[in-house]
């Protein structure tokens, strides 16, 4: 079973134009609706936050964007830090599923992205990054743009405990699911 985590797509930190947003946004609905089609979880990670960032829970900056299609059925992960899996209930949502791999989306890739896909790598999870199915901001040292192929890179490259991380678009996901089915 396929579970898809979409970390932090939450109005408020869309208040910061993210990069290709838009595209994000869609390939998350496309995947999500793929997963839960093939008997997969989608699990949604929002940040509890402070009113600075407008990430206070239950207010209108802390809701998923509503671009985003989720269902009654999805599961929903509040943490507090860059790790969805520290001091939350990921660990335990993922041993009761038992996945046999997790597919990586969301915002920002260079903070809560990146933590949460290393962390997986550590809890011994196959890991599927989708390079174009996760966004950040411009940042004072690089623009989104590069920051994203750099992650998206890199992530390709680390060394693992098990198996490595695979890096793959949207397409390249949708296809290898559907040639599965068939």
Known sequence: MDVLIAIDMQKALFQTPRYNSNAVIAN??????AIRNNTGKVIFIQHNGHDEEGLTPHTEGWTIL???EKQPIDIVVE????DSFYDTVLSQV????????IIITGCATD??????LRSAVSHN?????????HTTADRPHLDAKSIIQ?????????ITP???VVVMTTNELLAEMNNRTH
């Open 162 to 164: 098990m198996a490595p």
């Open 150 to 158: 750099h992650h998206n890179w890199s992530w390709a490259n680390l």
């Open 66 to 68: 509503n671009e985003l």
């Open 79 to 82: 943490k507090t830090v860059c």
């Open 94 to 101: 993922l041993a009761t599923l038992t996945p046999t791999r």
């Open 111 to 116: 903070f809560c992205v990146d933590t949460t």
């Open 28 to 33: 998350i609905n496309q995947l999500s609706t």
């Open 125 to 133: 999870f196959n890991v599927v990054a989708i390079a174009d199915a």
